[in-house]
């Protein structure tokens, strides 16, 4: 009786062996890493699949299965694909309402030191730093539904989130406290259900935030090229700048001397003002931020469209912030030129107006004494008088 008993126990591992080998074939993964897993990744990885394909039914998911027929289009998208990836500088995540990743691209272990398979099932709550677990929550939180009538819709999202890495800290640019801060923009998809068939009520759930994580750029300028559109600058904690390169004044006309012991605000358009703010504050509490496109008033009038990088240097002796670092990228030649939007523009305006006039008395000046010259060098012409 013991030894059957200890047969059927044999039989029947044997059979969950088998049936789980089979399914990890049927994950989107090489072999060489499915043959790795164990259980409990096998099934984290398949109820992540099934979660994919509620939300892609005709998308994403035909990448997650196997199909019998070999098309070369599927394989030619399939490396395109992942060129894209490795050009985006970034990489892909698909995060459920309850913070459970879905979906996450390979180039995550690129920025993070993390692998895929290490990512996917788990909860983003625990790869993210404990002060962004509310903004995170507020992001996959639902809204106020849209006016018109639709049975799904979606909502774009853009925000930071310091995110766990284990790269060396020199390979991962800036990490604050073993974290990395990454810009994450994509769209929060929300579906409709009923909750009353009887009075024809409905609801919006949310399916699942798609997002694009960039590494934002580090904080060595050395390690970063400055091109023609590019200038630098570094400032106190209050952007009041203390140092800018000379090709600032290329890009907006305004020369070094003339910005230094002014703050940032003072020379951003005032419409853009509350966004630079908000930058500002990310800055200050999590190390790193990427502007959005903002106006930089122009020397002479008008203004050019900026994006920043901005990133918090400490001080190597007592770890404590000392400056702001910020690589500016010009995006525009100066528009509206004609208008004067500040004080700045507009003594930068007169300025010239007044040295033409100056130069134009000096200029009639001189011509008068040159002509007062020459009448008393020769008071008469010659043979316009006769003696008597």
């Known amino acids: ?70 098309s070369p289009l599927d394989s030619m998208v399939k490396e395109l694909g992942s060129h894209l990836l490795q050009t985006l500088d970034g990489f892909v995540f698909v995060v459920a309402s309850d913070g459970k990743i879905m979906y996450i691209s390979e180039t995550a272990s690129v920025h993070l030191g993390l692998s895929q398979v290490e990512l996917t099932g788990n909860s983003i709550f625990e790869y993210i730093h404990p002060s962004d677990h509310e903004e995170m929550t507020a992001v996959l939180s639902l809204t106020q539904p849209p006016l018109y009538f639709s049975p799904e819709y979606v909502s774009e999202r853009s925000f930071f989130l310091r995110m766990k890495c284990i790269l060396a800290k020199r390979n991962a640019g800036l990490t604050c406290g073993g974290y990395k801060v990454i810009h994450c923009s994509g769209y929060l998809k929300r579906c409709q259900y009923p909750v009353d068939t009887t009075v024809c009520k409905s609801s919006y759930q949310t399916m699942g935030l798609v997002a694009v994580g960039h590494s934002l750029p580090p904080s060595g300028l050395t390690e970063l090229k400055l091109y023609s559109n590019m200038f630098m600058f570094r400032a106190n904690l209050d952007l009041k700048l203390i140092f800018l390169d000379m090709r600032v004044a290329e890009l907006t006309g305004y020369e070094p001397q003339d910005l230094i012991e002014k703050t940032l605000y003072h020379h951003v358009h005032t419409c853009d003002v509350l966004q630079l703010r908000y930058a500002h504050h990310i800055l200050l509490v999590k190390g790193q931020v990427t502007t959005k ?72 000046r001189t011509q008068a004494v040159n002509l007062k010259t020459k009448i008393r060098s020769a008071p008469y012409p010659e043979g316009s008088w006769t003696l008597p």
């Not at 499915?34 to 990744?41: E, I, Y």
């Open 1 to 70: 009786m013991k030894e059957k008993s200890k047969n059927a126990a044999k039989s029947r591992r044997e059979k969950e062996n088998r049936e789980f080998r089979e399914l990890s074939k049927l994950l989107p993964l090489p072999a060489a890493i499915t043959s790795q897993l164990d259980k409990a990744s096998i099934i984290r990885l398949s109820c992540s699949h099934l979660h994919i394909r509620t939300l892609f039914p005709h998308g994403p998911s035909a990448g997650w299965s196997h199909t019998d027929k070999f």
């Open 293 to 364: 496109y903002y106006r930089m008033l122009s020397k002479h009038g008008g203004w050019v469209w900026v994006q920043s990088y901005a990133t918090i240097v400490h001080n190597s002796r007592s770890s404590r912030p000392h400056c702001i670092v910020c690589v500016n990228y010009v995006l525009t030649n100066t528009e509206c030129k004609e208008l004067q939007l500040s004080e700045d523009q507009n003594r930068a305006t007169k300025c010239p107006l007044s040295l033409t006039a100056q130069d134009h008395c000096r200029h009639l």
